[in-house]
Each structure stands twice: as C-alpha cells, then as structure tokens.
C-alpha cells in the first residue's frame, strides 16, 4: 500500500460556458511523518494534458495526519468537440517514486456547448473624441480666465512669458476636466457601453500628451503650435483610451 490516499471533492464537474472549471481534490499521507510528493493531472481517454493546470506547486509537502487540498484549473479550447471527458489527480513520492504512487478517481466534465462570441463592442471613436472635444474647448475656455486676471491685476508688470504660462496651466487644466467630463457624458447619453471605464482612461492618458505637447507648442510654434498641439492632444488620447477599453473588454471576455 502506498503512502498517499488522494480523492477528488466531486467525481463530476461542471464548466462554465467559457469552458473553464476548477476541480479539487484531497491528499493524505497514511505514513507517520512528513513527506514530499509531486502532485500532477493525468488527462484519461480523450483529454489533452495541455488543458489541466495545477494551481499551486507541483511539489509539496504532506503533513502526516493532515489533509492538503489541491486545485486544478481546467480550460478547454473552444475547438473541442462536444463530448464526455475524464481526467484524474496522481500523487507521487519523492523517496521513491516508482514504487509510492496514487491516482484519484476519474473526474468528468461533459462539452455540451459552444463557447459564446465575444461581446460586441459599439467601436464609437468618433463620440469619444467629438464628446471630449465639446468638453475641453468648454471648460478649457473657462480654464484661460485666470490668465486674464493675472494680466488685469498685474499693473502692465506682466510679462507675456507669463501671461502665456498661467493661461497654459489653466487652459490645460480645465481641458482635462472637460475632455473627461465631455466623453463620459457622449458616450454615457448614446447609451454606449464603457462610459465611465473609456472617461477614465482618458482621465489618465490626457495629461500625459496635452501636458508636454502644450508647453512644446506654445514655446517653438506660438499660436499654430497651440492649434496643432491642441488637435492632437484632443484626438490621440480619446482614440487611446477608447482602444484600451475596447482591447480589455476582449481580452477578459
């Protein structure tokens, strides 16, 4: 009689309708004292080694008069063909392992269904920039009134270096509001789906363009450069994080 005794939770298991499932099963040492095994999946029949997975160390100890748990991720391609499949957990000891080996029961999971399409994503990059396009002009505008302040209270001291600076600072501050604000509320008021997730994005990618891109203009291109840089500030990352949602959305799906 070997040393282990090793069993599955539940004989049958049950996927979901992306084909993925996890089985436990349940290890004991009958010896009197701490040994190590490698524990492994065993695809049986039809099964493919490659969809079984270990969540944890392959090798581990086990305790005497303890019993361990051990997990296996199942995943199964959507290219399987409907069908009834077994797989078992084997249990082998480290000392001696051509000897002091045990193998669960079968455990069985049935393909009964094809995996569902990813879901379909309304693309909307032209409301994602139009929307935060309306907002950042509104509230950028709102953005450049202490620059006009700065002048007015400044007594004719103000240099036009810093006149250009707060109106910059403001300018892209209150278009960051707004190009945020501006693309939730398109995308959320069309009913497109990842308003708040696609605003977000935008919330983070936004000042990482409009930032450098706005100083570089203002200081080697003067008033075109402000144009340029504020076209492309309002485009690159609205269209950015659109992408991103969109590419994450599949990729958990």
């Not at 249990?91 to 029961?105: C, F, K, L």
Request: aromatic share 6%; glycine share 10%.
């Amino acid at each position: 009689m070997g040393s282990f005794e090793v069993n599955p939770v539940s004989s049958a298991l049950v996927l979901d309708p992306s084909r993925h499932g996890r089985a436990t099963f349940t290890v004991t040492s009958r010896a009197n004292r701490t040994l190590k095994a490698r524990v492994r999946p065993v695809a049986i029949a039809s099964s493919r080694p490659e969809w079984f997975t270990m969540r944890g160390p392959a090798e581990q100890d086990i305790v005497a008069g303890v019993t361990l748990q051990v997990a296996v991720e199942v995943a199964v391609p959507a290219d399987v063909a409907f069908g009834h499949y077994l797989f078992r957990l084997d249990v082998v000891g480290v000392e001696n392992p051509d000897e002091d080996t045990a193998s669960s029961a079968a455990v069985a999971f049935d393909i009964t269904s094809k995996v569902p399409p990813p879901p379909q994503v309304r693309a909307a990059y032209w409301e994602t920039v139009s929307g935060a396009a309306v907002g950042a002009i509104a509230i950028g505008a709102v953005g450049a009134v202490p620059a006009a302040i700065y002048g007015l209270m400044s007594g004719g001291s103000a240099t036009v270096t810093g006149i250009q600076t707060v109106l910059l600072a403001g300018a892209l501050l209150g278009s960051w509001i707004g190009a945020v604000a501006g693309c939730w509320i398109s995308l959320q008021g069309q009913a497109i789906e990842g308003g708040p997730q696609t605003a977000m994005l935008l919330a983070v990618a936004y000042p990482i363009v409009a930032g450098p891109l706005g100083f570089a203009g203002v200081k080697l291109l003067g008033a075109l450069g402000v144009l340029i840089t504020a076209i492309v500030a309002l485009t690159v990352p609205a269209l950015a994080a659109r992408t991103i949602y969109i590419r994450m959305l599949h990729r958990a799906s």
